[in-house]
Nanobody
């Protein structure tokens, strides 16, 4: 059974930083491209950062230069380092395996709430 457990969210002031973690079980990280997604109230879920099993990382234009995705295959964990946070980054953040999402077969974890506000 594939599972994703996200953590690390919280309330942060504009300009602040957070590091999100996603512990993955049921698949081998090295075999899958992984992504961080977010869903703001009233909006569709969007892919904000991805790390393929090989090749360059990709970022949505809205987070480019501020967010960094990484993974530790030994710890079975994917990270999202977020700097210079803005109020529009407020959302619930999820991780998932991109091929599973693309095929429509993904199950989602509970996510972690990020709130950027003064």
């Amino acid at each position: 059974q594939v599972q994703f457990v996200e953590s690390g969210g919280g309330l942060v002031q504009p300009g602040g930083s957070l590091r999100l973690s996603c512990v993955v079980s049921g698949i081998r990280l090295i075999m899958y491209g992984m992504g961080w997604y977010r869903q703001a109230p009233g909006k569709a879920r969007e892919l904000v950062a991805s790390i393929p099993w090989d090749g360059p990382r990709n970022y949505a234009d809205s987070v480019k230069g501020r967010f960094t995705i990484s993974r530790d295959t030994e710890k079975k964990t994917v990270y999202l380092h977020m700097n210079s946070l803005k109020p529009e980054d407020t959302a619930v953040y999820f991780c998932n395996a991109i091929p599973l999402v693309t095929s429509g077969g993904a199950s989602w974890g509970q996510g972690t709430q990020v709130t950027v506000s003064s």
